[in-house]
């Protein structure tokens, strides 16, 4: 079992910037694919960002990519997403999430959200205009 807690959400302005933390129990941790999803209301959850076991390879959503940056700290068995230059239209709620699959993770994988095995409560994140 593993339990991914959000923490970091909240009001922005636009232009301004955020940083979500996830914080992951389970001895395993460095051994699970992490990824940062969202959802907006009356729309599908989608992937904004995934980083490898080793943190070693990253994949982000066209939308963000040179705003948004993933990191993972094994260690203290926690993912980060550091978003700059936000949007109104980056307003949702934002999930973590853990694949725990020991094969090769290929990069579409990564952005899928159906591989993914536990997930976070959520934290909402507003931007104004």
């Known amino acids: 079992q593993v339990q991914l807690v959000e923490s970091g959400g909240g009001l922005v302005q636009a232009g301004g910037s955020l940083r979500l933390s996830c914080a992951a129990s389970g001895r395993t941790f460095s051994s699970y694919t992490m990824g940062w999803f969202r959802q907006a209301p009356s729309k599908e959850r989608e992937v904004v960002a995934a980083?490898?076991?080793?943190?070693?390879?990253?994949v982000y959503a066209d939308s963000v990519k040179g705003r948004f940056t993933i990191s993972r700290d094994n260690v203290k068995k926690t993912v980060y997403l550091q978003m700059d230059s936000l949007k109104p239209e980056d307003t949702a709620v934002y999930y973590c999430?853990?694949?725990?699959?020991?094969?090769?993770?290929?990069?579409?994988?990564?952005?899928?959200?159906?591989?993914?095995?536990?997930w976070g409560q959520g934290t909402q994140v507003t931007v104004s205009s």
């Open positions: 999430a853990a694949d725990l699959y020991l094969g090769t993770v290929v990069r579409a994988r990564m952005s899928d959200v159906n591989e993914y095995d536990y």
């Open positions: 980083i490898s076991r080793s943190g070693g390879s990253t």
